[in-house]
């Protein structure tokens, strides 16, 4: 196990409140199955699957096999003009699990790279159609699309933008989907709001469908607070963007991978996008790698378009795209997934885990509980003049007490890992029960 530093400042921590953290600092230094281990020795229950990525649980011994073994056996091959068997084979067990025709894959390092990566695609692909004037991106607010330029000027979140200037050009957002007034307590798909997919009719008309390349969602948004989709909405986005010729994009950063008791978002709601971003639970997070999964039609469109001459087709790719430590790691996940069949553990827990939430209602400061899969958002009331701090004393609060939760403003969300078990989940359910009590 490895030693506490004893110097915190050189490292400069992504997302984080650096100077009270320095100051207060939690370290983990070893992670089994369902916990994380402390540097001060204590158990943690990982309520959150590390950010949203470890779905199998922690240090799964098939997959730090493989990964030793890759290291071992070939630790690196650049992917530009060449190839190793691992890339082709991970890239066919992805597009297996990716619906209907979403079969050609290409590997990034991460979710905002993966995001980019698809928007790039989206405006190469009306570009080689001979229809390059489609250069507009939608998103929608409160989205959460990664760090990278595309993704946060499609993104919804003001404090991930505002620092950085104007962004891309030629971007607009769709409302959100959150509605406490109408919505609270929701159990599984809120019965409100598929109406509001109508709204990109009014996007359109303003810009006009032939400068609008693509619309960028999370069928589930996460990082803002887990918003399930309500019912019919999806559907409705997708017949827009169909009848008016634009691509839809699903973000499946966070849903992907059992999350939602399927492979992917798109399967479980029955809906499919022509293009799906992917990384987290690829690879269980075991070693950093995402993906893209584009449709035949949008891939053969830049792949083999006519009159081409033969030549680099996209101009993009990563140093570490398909890098030989990640897709061993990949194909260890996604074997895993299947040998524990972990997406139909998460659906049959579905109901356990619901219940057990909404079990919270009426306990201090709880103005709403949501779920969906394995995901369950529990918004608090905020405190008067101080937003997401009531939220943030739970989360310290908890991870002293054994509990390892994530809070987004006063939004507290969760996303075990998908082997928890009914016991856990009730473990879980109890401290941070414990917790909203005692909170201020
Ligand atoms: C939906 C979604 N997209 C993109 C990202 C960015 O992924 P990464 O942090 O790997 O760049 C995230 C991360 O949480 C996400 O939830």
Same mark, same amino acid.
């Given at each position: 196990m490895a030693a506490a530093p004893n110097d915190l400042a050189n490292w400069w921590m992504p997302f984080t409140d650096n100077r009270y953290f320095k100051a207060n600092p939690r370290l983990l230094v070893a992670a089994q199955d369902m916990h994380y281990t402390s540097a001060d020795g204590r158990r943690i229950?990982?309520?959150?699957?590390?950010?949203?990525?470890?779905?199998?649980?922690?240090?799964?011994?098939?997959?730090?096999?493989?990964? $030793?073994?890759? !290291?071992?056996?070939?630790?690196?091959?650049?992917?530009? $003009? &060449?190839?190793?068997?691992?890339?082709?084979?991970?890239?066919?067990?992805?597009?297996?699990? &990716?619906?209907? @025709?979403?079969?050609?894959?290409?590997?990034?390092?991460?979710?905002?790279?993966?995001?980019?990566?698809?928007? /790039?695609?989206?405006?190469?692909?009306? =570009?080689?159609?001979?229809?390059?004037?489609? %250069?507009?991106?939608?998103?929608?607010?409160?989205?959460?699309?990664?760090?990278?330029?595309? @993704?946060?000027?499609?993104?919804?979140?003001?404090?991930?933008?505002?620092? *950085?200037?104007?962004?891309?050009?030629?971007?607009?957002?769709?409302? +959100?989907?959150?509605?406490?007034?109408?919505?609270? *307590?929701? /159990?599984? $798909?809120p019965a409100h709001g598929a109406d509001l997919a109508d709204r990109l009719e009014a996007i359109i008309a303003l810009h006009g469908a032939d400068t609008i390349a693509a619309v960028i969602v999370e069928p589930l948004a996460g990082s803002t607070g887990v918003l399930v989709p309500p019912l019919g909405y999806l559907e409705r986005l997708r017949a827009i963007t169909s009848a008016h010729g634009i691509l839809l994009i699903f973000d499946e950063v966070i849903s992907g991978f059992g999350r939602l008791g399927a492979a992917t978002a798109a399967e479980r709601f029955g809906v499919t996008p022509d293009?799906?971003?992917?990384?987290?639970?690829? %690879? #269980? !997070?075991?070693?950093?790698?995402?993906?893209?999964?584009?449709? =035949?039609?949008?891939?053969?469109?830049?792949? #083999?378009?006519?009159?081409?001459?033969?030549?680099?087709?996209?101009? +993009?790719?990563y140093t570490y795209s398909a890098h030989a430590l990640a897709c061993a790691a990949g194909i260890a996940a996604i074997d895993l997934y299947a040998s524990d069949a972990l997406f139909e553990r !998460? =659906?049959?827990?579905?109901?356990?885990?619901?219940?057990?939430?909404?079990?919270?209602? @009426?306990?201090?400061?709880?103005?709403?509980?949501?779920?969906?899969?394995?995901? !369950?958002?529990?918004?608090?009331?905020?405190?008067?003049?101080?937003?997401?701090?009531r939220a943030m004393d739970l989360f310290r609060a908890m991870f002293d007490a054994g509990l390892l939760i994530r809070v987004t403003g006063d939004i507290i969300a969760l996303s075990p890992p998908l082997i928890i078990t009914a016991d856990q989940i009730d473990q879980l359910v109890t401290q941070l029960a414990a917790g909203l009590r005692q909170l201020a």
């Open positions: 229950l990982d309520g959150t699957a590390g950010l949203w990525c470890v779905n199998a649980g922690h240090g799964r011994e098939p997959i730090v096999r493989a990964i $030793q073994q890759q !290291a071992a056996t070939l630790d690196f091959a650049p992917t530009f $003009q &060449m190839g190793h068997p691992l890339a082709f084979q991970l890239a066919a067990r992805v597009a297996g699990l &990716m619906p209907e @025709g979403l079969d050609r894959v290409f590997f990034t390092n991460s979710g905002s790279e993966s995001v980019d990566t698809a928007l /790039k695609i989206a405006l190469a692909y009306w =570009r080689a159609k001979g229809q390059g004037q489609r %250069t507009r991106l939608i998103g929608r607010e409160r989205g959460y699309h990664g760090v990278g330029f595309g @993704g946060i000027s499609v993104g919804g979140i003001v404090t991930n933008r505002r620092a *950085f200037g104007p962004g891309l050009p030629g971007t607009d957002h769709l409302p +959100h989907t959150h509605d406490l007034a109408r919505n609270a *307590f929701s /159990k599984g $798909q293009i799906i971003c992917l990384a987290k639970g690829l %690879t #269980n !997070a075991a070693v950093p790698m995402g993906a893209v999964a584009a449709a =035949r039609h949008v891939h053969d469109a830049i792949v #083999n378009a006519p009159g081409d001459a033969p030549g680099i087709e996209l101009f +993009h790719g !998460a =659906r049959a827990l579905e109901g356990h885990w619901e219940a057990a939430l909404h079990a919270l209602k @009426g306990l201090p400061h709880v103005i709403d509980i949501r779920n969906f899969g394995l995901v !369950a958002g529990i918004e608090l009331a905020p405190r008067a003049g101080a937003p997401g701090a």
